[in-house]
């Protein structure tokens, strides 16, 4: 059978296979280990197999996921989120909207600690969205801000999709991380943006609020967010001075939040243990889809489906762009009906040797790819943020009000993303800085 053909039929029998419920990864193994029988027999199948588990657990890259993960629950259940939030509250009080630029600014925040999105979106669901509803405002908007907010933990590092994306591409995942900082900025400066264009044209949304704080209250509220800035600085500034690698950063920043539960007296036994057993569940799952993409990517690797599809467009006459544009749009769709992992562990092996060959900076076309899963988890109907804010918010929201709440939320994200695709350079300026 031809190679190609294997391949196209592996591709439409993972998605039926998924279309029936069952697991990502085990459609993936189960689909790669057909196709690798039909394309190159059983001896180098069985070989293939025997030694997959190993060489994706064994990847000290991945180190990183586990101890991000855990970090994040960590910050979870120490509160500093919620300290965050509430001074962000305070400055902001007298602004309209201030709610939902609160929000933004905490969930960037967090996202410096925190690499999950529906974590994020989860916890801000229980932190803000009862004192939104409280103030009168829009119940559908203050669901879309925090369904949007909560993707920011997608692009600022530490990431689990960034590491995520590393691993299955073996590109440099300090530099990825880095990459994705002013993304991050970016998305958060046009959120506050159009927050506060968005509450002038819609007053509804956001009534004025009675709420008032003095200054030395402000300032006082100031000292609750250092945590957040030192684990940030250990975080970040480790990886770019290069004094620890991105798998060292992640058990360094696990600790850095460790110790300030402890100091503060936040952290109880019970809740490390739990933060534990979460962070093996995650880990565990996250592993098993890698051994499942990483299969995929060795069935396209033996059929040489990549190089094939290469030369079609190599010789159809496409301009690179127009390729670009038609990953982004397949995206934008495949968004709308997957989750975010399973888009990308099925989808990468096959576009990032496509586009590196089409001689475009892989790091830059990486965040490109987080950001398209930023969107993938907030638009309708499969968006993973959105179930996260309608099943967090105990029946104040409904999934109708979620769905038209997200909508400005998501017109931002495509206006960050068109910026992103412009200027290339907001991508790679602190890349290429790190390396000199």
């Known amino acids: 059978m031809d190679s190609t053909l294997i391949v196209l039929c592996s591709i439409f029998a993972m998605l039926g296979l998924m279309a029936f419920g069952l697991p990502v990864a085990v459609s ?3 689909v790669s280990a057909t196709g690798m029988m039909l394309s190159v027999g059983g001896n180098y199948t069985l070989t293939t197999f025997t030694t997959l588990p190993y060489s994706v657990a064994g990847n000290y890259t991945f180190a990183a996921i586990p101890m991000f993960v855990f970090m994040g629950m960590l910050a979870g259940a120490t509160g500093i989120i919620k300290d965050i939030y509430q001074a962000a ?40 969205l009862p004192e939104m509803i409280a103030l009168k405002y829009d119940r559908g908007i203050a669901a879309g801000c925090i369904i949007g907010a909560g993707t920011f933990a997608a692009m600022i590092p530490p990431s689990i999709t960034i590491v995520l994306y590393g691993v299955l591409t073996s590109e440099s995942v300090g530099q990825l991380l880095l990459a994705g900082i002013i993304p991050g900025m970016l998305t958060g400066a046009i959120y506050l943006a159009g927050i506060f264009l968005m509450v002038r044209v819609r007053p509804r949304w956001a009534p004025p609020t009675v709420q008032r704080h003095t200054m030395r209250e402000k300032i ?6 250092w945590p957040i800035g030192i684990v940030s600085f250990i975080v970040v500034g480790g990886i770019y001075s290069g004094l620890v690698s991105p798998s060292a950063a992640g058990a360094v920043g696990a600790l850095a939040v460790l110790i300030v539960g402890l100091v503060l007296r936040r952290l109880e036994r019970g809740a ?7 962070t093996a569940v995650i880990t565990s799952a996250l592993f098993f889809i890698v051994m499942g993409g ?11 489906f990549v190089d094939n599809l290469l030369d ?16 982004v749009l397949i995206y934008l769709v495949l968004g709308m009906l997957m989750d975010p992992i399973s888009m990308m562990v099925m989808t990468v092996p ?14 830059w076309f990486a965040i490109i790819m987080v950001k ?23 029946g104040q929201v409904s999934t109708r009000q979620a769905y038209y709440g997200v909508f400005p939320f998501v017109v931002m994200e495509i206006m960050v993303l068109a910026v992103l695709l412009s200027i290339p350079a907001l991508t790679l300026f602190l890349p290429r800085l790190m390396i000199g």
Not at 272 to 278: G, P
Not at 312 to 327: N, T
Not at 350 to 363: A, E, Q, T
């Open 28 to 30: 993936m193994i189960l």
């Open 89 to 128: 509250n305070m400055w902001l009080a007298r602004v309209r909207g201030g709610l939902y630029m609160a929000t933004t600014i905490a969930a960037a925040a967090f996202g410096a600690v925190n690499g999950s999105t529906i974590v994020g979106a989860a916890l801000f669901t229980r932190i803000a």
């Open 220 to 225: 006082g509220s100031l000292k609750t967010v």
């Open 272 to 278: 490390i243990m739990t933060c534990f057993a979460d």
């Open 294 to 304: 990483t299969a995929f990517s060795r069935l396209l690797l033996v059929t040489g």
């Open 312 to 327: 079609f467009v190599s010789s159809s006459g496409f301009e690179p762009w127009m390729v670009i544009a038609a990953l």
């Open 350 to 363: 096959i576009v990032h040797p496509l586009v590196v060959g089409l001689g475009y900076d892989p790091i």
């Open 372 to 394: 398209l899963i930023e969107l993938s988890c907030m638009t309708p109907p499969v968006g993973i943020n959105i179930f996260a804010v309608v099943g967090s918010s105990q």
